[in-house]
Antibody
Framework: EVQLVESGGGLVQPGRSLKLSCVAS????????MTWIRQAPGKGLEWVAS????????YYPDSVKGRFTISRDDAKRTLYLQMNSLRSEDTATYYC??????????????WGQGASVTVSS | DIVMTQGALPNPVPSGESASITCQSS???????????LNWYLQRPGQSPQLLIY???TRASGVSDRFSGSGSGTDFTLKISSVEAEDVGVYYC????????FGGGTKLELK
């Protein structure tokens, strides 16, 4: 069974940093692109970051570019999201997702339960 | 960025009736390979989203055949035939022709 388990969420002050982790199981981790998606309270879904299966390339929207860094440790089967210079608008539940290997990396066919991040003073 | 716009449902939907959810994109999602880069997800109350349909009309593994996707270019529809209690939640369309963007969501409530 495919499982993605996020951790590392919490309350953080504006301007500070936080690092999320996502441990994967039930599939060959290094065969898949991985993506972080976030959802602000009561709002819709927003793409945050993606990383290739090799870890050689990563992609971000303008809203987080230069502040967030996605990375992976295939030996630990773990995906990370380093979030710096956090703003109140970064408050959201962050989902770790797997890109469908045979369709497209941006077809998210498995989702974690989410990690809640609140940015507030 | 490609903007995705979803329509609302005339909630609540009577159990056993069909429901159609619309989604519009600001740019055609038809790729040169003749595939349409449009997905649908369902987020049940208190749960994470799950993939329902990809490439416009292909159901994901384990998804009921009561769900069907259709449309072309910039206008798309997710049809749910014979709505059941387990279908309640928020439905999102998503394009992946470019970096992914999602519609604002359409809530389905059951009568």
């Amino acid at each position: 069974e495919v499982q993605l388990v996020e951790s590392g969420g919490g309350l953080v002050q504006p301007g500070r940093s936080l690092k999320l982790s996502c441990v994967a199981s039930g599939f060959t981790f290094n065969n898949y692109w991985m993506t972080w998606i976030r959802q602000a309270p009561g709002k819709g879904l927003e793409w945050v970051a993606s990383i290739t299966n090799t870890g050689g390339s990563s992609y971000y929207p303008d809203s987080v570019k230069g502040r967030f860094t996605i990375s992976r440790d295939d030996a630990k089967r773990t995906l990370y999201l380093q979030m710096n210079s956090l703003r109140s608008e970064d408050t959201a539940t962050y989902y770790c997702t797997r890109g469908s290997g045979r369709v497209s990396p941006y077809v998210m066919d498995a989702w974690g339960q989410g990690a809640s991040v609140t940015v507030s003073s | 960025d490609i903007v995705m716009t979803q329509g609302a449902l005339p909630n609540p939907v009577p159990s056993g009736e069909s429901a159609s959810i619309t989604c519009q994109s600001s740019k055609s999602l038809l790729h040169s390979n003749d595939k349409t880069y449009l997905n649908w997800y369902l987020q049940r109350p208190g749960q994470s989203p799950q993939l329902l349909i990809y490439w416009l009309s292909t159901r994901a593994s384990g998804v009921s055949d009561r769900f069907s996707g259709s449309g072309s270019g910039t206008d798309f529809t997710l049809k749910i035939s014979s709505v059941e209690a387990e279908d309640v939640g928020v439905y999102y369309c998503q394009q992946f022709l470019e970096y992914p963007t999602f519609g604002g969501g359409t809530k389905l409530e059951l009568k």
